[in-house]
């Protein structure tokens, strides 16, 4: 016999506790649905009637979604500085703002998640070839033509000056 959950339109209005019905929709079926009837069973203390074990996975992807937008945000980081050392009269302002916005996501990651900043140089060490090879075939250079390992601390990852005026008219 499936547990009772809220039903959908109960659930937008957080107010409401999950009552006992006979619809249960399942994670497979609708996620969007099943986090909401999840989350109304959870402000109604409906403890027993939770699916522990899909909810586990979800909060599992979560953390993963966040070690996985750190990386990228490293990564394009990395990829335009790369370019902007290795091509300085191919220079645009377009790299700069790249930059700064990456260094904004990075900051934003780790502000929302602080227990990701112990692995980030594993993640700097372990994205930087691709990163290497973004570089590599944005700038039609082989990949040889750029340090086999991450060149740059995280003082240059997140401190170093990038200027306009050095940017190519």
């Not at 959870?42 to 070690?67: F, K, P, S, T, W």
């Not at 929302?112 to 060490?125: E, F």
Request: net charge negative.
């Amino acid at each position: 016999m499936e547990e009772p959950v809220a039903q959908p339109s109960e659930v937008m209005d957080a107010t409401v506790a999950a009552p006992a019905t006979t619809g249960r929709t399942r994670h497979e079926d609708d996620l969007y649905t099943w986090v909401r009837e999840q989350v109304a069973l959870l402000r109604a203390g409906r403890v027993d009637a939770l699916d522990l074990d899909n909810i586990a996975e979800e909060l599992g992807d979560v953390g993963n979604a966040q070690y996985s937008q750190l990386e990228s945000a490293l990564r394009v980081l990395m990829m335009h500085m790369l370019k902007w050392d290795q091509q300085p009269e191919k220079r645009t302002p377009s790299w700069i703002y790249s930059i700064r916005e990456q260094r904004r996501r990075y900051a934003r990651i780790l502000k929302k998640s602080p227990g990701l900043k112990p692995h980030r140089d594993a993640i700097r060490d372990d994205i930087y070839p691709v990163s290497r090879d973004w570089a590599s075939d944005e700038c039609h250079l082989p990949p040889d033509e750029f340090p086999p390992a991450c060149p740059y601390t995280w003082d240059d990852l997140l401190e170093r000056p990038f200027d306009l005026d050095s940017v190519k008219s």
